[in-house]
């Protein structure tokens, strides 16, 4: 593997991982705010939690799926199949 393309398959994973992360670091930040005020505690262990999912979500992918496969899926990239 070069290292670009282990570059790009690590942003990939990042991204897989950032995904959760921001939702449930919204998700905190909107019970807070309904609860109370704006904690920014709240939305910390919901990032926090939201990051150990999106871990454990990004490597099950990875190792099950395929890291291409799934975002050839998710973006619907037909015509790379017929490329290779």
Do not use: K
């Not at 398959?9 to 905190?28: N, R």
């Not at 930040?29 to 926090?48: K, R």
């Not at 871990?55 to 990875?62: K, L, M, N, P, S």
């Amino acid at each position: 593997m070069s290292f670009i393309t282990g570059c790009i398959q690590s942003a990939f994973w990042l991204l897989l991982i950032l995904s959760p992360t921001i939702v449930c670091a919204l998700t905190g930040a909107l019970l807070s705010i309904e609860i109370s005020q704006f904690s920014l505690f709240a939305t910390t262990i919901g990032a926090v939690i939201g990051l150990g999912f999106g871990g454990f979500w990004a490597e099950y992918i990875r190792t099950e799926i395929g890291l291409g496969y799934f975002l050839r899926w998710i973006f619907n990239a037909n015509h790379i199949d017929n490329e290779a």
